[in-house]
């Protein structure tokens, strides 16, 4: 009877569940930071680490800045855009 209880105060107390979305596939093994419903990384095209932000369902990668031979590293503030 103890174990019943026990396992019905979990299932009552557990949150609702949310599934993982794929926002994007990358080519090499990469960071991400993510806060607010935001994410970046650095996504590699072939020739070069772009860095590339998830927001507001989209995904984009600035091409005003500059490709690097090496994944960039980058923290989130919380609110911040990064392109």
């Given amino acids: 009877m103890r174990g019943l209880l026990t396992l019905a105060f979990l299932l009552l107390a557990a949150a609702p569940a949310r599934a993982d979305t794929l ?3 990358v ?4 960071t991400v930071d ?3 419903g935001r994410a970046v990384w ?3 095209d072939g ?3 772009r860095l ?3 927001a507001d369902g989209q995904v ?3 091409p005003r800045l500059a490709g690097s031979r090496i994944a960039f590293t980058r923290t989130y503030r919380s609110g911040a855009r990064v392109l």
């Fill in 47 to 49: 020739s070069a680490y």
């Fill in 34 to 36: 993510a806060a607010a």
């Fill in 27 to 30: 080519a090499r093994p990469t």
């Fill in 42 to 44: 650095s996504a590699w």
């Fill in 52 to 54: 590339t932000e998830y």
């Fill in 60 to 62: 984009q990668t600035d």
């Fill in 23 to 25: 926002v994007a596939t």
